[in-house]
């Protein structure tokens, strides 16, 4: 019965949604709003906001992508811990030529100072 | 189909009222071993017989009726979804969470979670990884205040980062059981001895992990007050600022029982064979708590990271010991090394 | 199909074209991403539809999460609001809409000849067990170089990365 459980993960999902929603929004009705410029300005400390997101480092950027790229090989290697057993020693070989490609790349981003934060 | 839909829909909406339950058991608790580390009392004066332990219900009644401030720079739409982005997706992840082992009745098996899906452990990485778009639109829907963003940004690519090296961790195990069902899991360490004995590698890097996406303490990076205010929900105020920690400590609950159900033998005691069923469930709810306590209690003890080192434990040191460490995984399972 | 399949279909798929008109209507390059994780969020729904529930995580992790994300880094390098001010289509759109009319003409085409009767998926791979596990077996045997050649795109992937903002880190 999968298909009976997805169904309930949707339902789920947007009952989680639409009370959540429900209940800040609720709040929001029963706050009281005496509002005033000032209160309504960012918080500051002295330092001024910036104009949206321009002062990201590159370093996140690169990051993400290295992210990526490994999430996509972490998945990969799922299927095959699945069926183990079946695959054998091919299998072991298979995933060994897989992670030496991986290495290749986490080694080149290491030594080109892809990883290093200062 | 339609009956089992139905049966569905009601463990959905008692488990929904458990984790409530939860997470407000959780704002007392986190507050009184806070409390008690550093030798301070905690909350005391809502009902003093309880030692405080109607504390939090008071200040959810508070927060319900604290002004609600949207700043006028920020992004409307999205400063509302951020929160209900953030407390969303770790009940979701929740959805597919045991809690205990399956009651038989007659010939059928009866789960103690909302689905029981044969992808379950792919699904709890899923739903907790859609949590950070809760964190990053905090950031950036904040109208650029600097503290706001940079704790997004620096949240999310912890989050992001580790999440690799969890999932990495967590495919030992598998490779163990081959299923991805959690249930599985445990059933397979019923008969062997716990994977935390055959994997304690995988293990340490799980436990690392598992505070490294839950942003506690050694990890705080993202709510560093002394350097960020309060993190990304700097501009967040009364219910919508609750929101976060309420799906943070759903989290914490969510890891700590992965990491009880991959490592730690799930619902199975040592001196437990599957009969009283209520053995089993005092087993597996002793060893979360230990977990969820095990949160708190670093919280209260370590001190924090730099960014740096956080990032260089991840991908400098973890990275590679965990991808070794399936090599090694496969390569012993092979050649008969661990007892399986 | 049956009408109760119909009726979660027409709502999954709705979420996939609302998210991806949202996605390009967007003004604002963040909400274009959220859309887009909305869209996945339905493509997801419609291969948990056909069964196939690996691929359905498979879509929620490394689309909607990891890709998304990546994509929303990408914009906070750049000013916001001067994407907001450009015009919303690049000169292309023309052939780019041709391009994707001869696409869908093609599929329809496609769909017509094949008759793939949806009644019948995932049918016997459910008899079969899991079919992550079957998904698995495929992949490790009959498409094994295709598999190889995945993680050696992945490397070029990274090592262009490395290249075009090496001169960044330094």
Redesign the interface.
């Known amino acids: 019965m999968?298909?009976a459980e997805?169904?309930l993960?949707?339902i789920g999902?947007l009952f989680f949604l639409v009370v959540f929603f429900i209940l800040i929004a609720l709040a929001y009705y029963l706050a009281p709003k005496e509002y005033s410029k000032e209160k309504l300005d960012l918080y500051e400390c002295g330092v001024p906001f910036v104009?949206?997101?321009?002062e990201?480092n590159?370093?996140?950027?690169?990051?993400?992508?290295?992210?990526?790229?490994f999430?996509?090989?972490a998945?990969?290697m799922?299927?095959?811990a699945?069926?183990f057993k079946?695959?054998g020693v091919?299998?072991v070989i298979?995933l060994s030529?897989?992670i030496v490609?991986?290495f290749?790349?986490w080694i080149?981003?290491w030594a080109?100072?892809?990883l290093?934060w200062e | 189909m339609l009956i089992y839909v139905l049966t569905g829909a009601i463990k959905l909406l008692v488990v929904f009222v458990l984790l409530l339950l939860y997470a407000l058991f959780m704002l007392w608790f986190e507050r009184k071993a806070l409390g008690f580390i550093q030798i301070r009392i905690g909350p005391k004066l809502v009902s003093s017989g309880l030692e405080g332990l109607l504390q939090p219900i008071a200040d959810m009644l508070k927060t319900l009726w604290k002004e609600d401030i949207v700043p006028h720079r920020a992004?409307k739409?999205?400063f509302w979804?951020a929160p209900v982005i953030g407390a969303m997706f770790p009940f979701a992840a929740a959805m597919a969470m045991p809690f205990g082992p399956p009651l038989k009745i007659g010939g059928s098996y009866f789960y103690l979670s909302v689905v029981h899906?044969?992808?379950g452990i792919?699904?709890i990485?899923?739903?907790l990884?859609?949590t950070?778009?809760g964190v990053?639109?905090a950031g950036?829907a904040s109208g650029g205040n600097k503290y706001s963003l940079i704790s997004a940004?620096r949240e999310?690519?912890q989050m992001?980062s580790y999440?690799v090296v969890m999932a990495l961790a967590l495919l030992n195990p598998i490779l163990m059981a081959q299923?991805?069902d959690l249930y599985d899991i445990v059933a397979m360490q019923a008969h062997h001895l716990w994977f935390v004995f055959y994997q304690p590698v995988a293990f340490v890097v799980f436990l690392i992990c598992m505070f490294a996406t839950a942003a506690i303490v050694p990890f705080d990076l993202p709510e560093a007050e002394q350097e960020l205010v309060a993190g990304f929900n700097t501009e967040y105020s009364a219910m919508k600022m609750g929101m976060f920690p309420f799906g943070q400590f759903v989290t914490i609950l969510v890891m700590s029982s992965l990491m009880v159900i991959f490592f730690l033998g799930g619902w199975t005691g040592p001196i437990w064979n599957g009969h009283p069923w209520i053995l089993g469930f005092i087993w597996y709810w002793i060893k979360v708590f230990f977990f969820v306590f095990l949160f708190i209690w670093s919280w209260g003890t370590f001190p924090r990271y730099r960014y740096d080192q956080l990032m260089n434990i991840c991908w400098k040191i973890l990275l590679p010991i965990s991808v070794l460490n399936i090599l090694w995984t496969g390569f012993a399972l092979i050649i008969h090394i661990p007892m399986i | 199909m049956t009408s109760m399949e119909a009726i979660?279909f027409a709502i999954?798929s709705l979420i996939a074209v609302v998210g991806a008109l949202g996605l390009v209507f967007a003004k604002?390059p963040?909400?274009s991403a959220?859309w887009m994780?909305f869209s996945f969020?339905g493509l997801a729904?419609l291969l948990?539809?056909l069964?196939a529930?690996?691929l359905?995580?498979?879509q929620?992790?490394?689309y909607?999460?990891?890709?998304?994300?990546?994509i929303?880094?990408?914009?906070?390098?750049?000013?916001?609001?001067k994407v907001g001010g450009l015009s919303k289509f690049v000169p292309q759109w023309l052939w780019g809409l041709i391009i994707s009319f001869g696409i869908l003409i093609d599929l329809f085409i496609l769909a017509s000849k094949m008759k793939i009767d949806v009644s019948q998926s995932g049918k016997n791979l459910?008899i079969a067990g899991?079919n992550?596990?079957a998904?698995?077996?495929e992949?490790?045997?009959h498409y094994?170089f295709p598999?190889?050649l995945?993680?050696?795109i992945?490397?070029v992937?990274?090592?262009g990365?490395?290249?075009l903002?090496?001169r960044?880190?330094?």
């Open positions: 999968q298909n997805w169904l993960l949707g999902w104009d949206e997101a321009k990201l590159i370093k996140f950027f690169i990051i993400a992508v290295l992210f990526t790229l999430d996509v090989e998945i990969f799922y299927p095959w699945v069926n079946e695959l091919l299998g298979e030529i897989f490609f991986v290749i790349g080149y981003a080109k100072g892809a290093e | 992004d739409l999205v979804l899906v044969n992808v792919l699904y990485l899923a739903a990884g859609l950070s778009y990053l639109s950036i940004q999310v690519a992001v999440e299923s991805l | 979660i999954v604002n963040y909400h959220l994780v969020v729904g948990a539809l069964e529930y690996f359905t995580v498979l929620l992790i490394v909607a999460g990891a890709i998304v994300v990546m929303a880094f990408v914009m906070m390098t750049i000013d916001f609001r459910a899991s992550t596990k998904l698995g077996m992949l490790f045997t094994l598999f190889e995945v993680a050696i992945l490397l992937a990274l090592i990365v490395v290249v903002t090496k960044e880190i330094k």
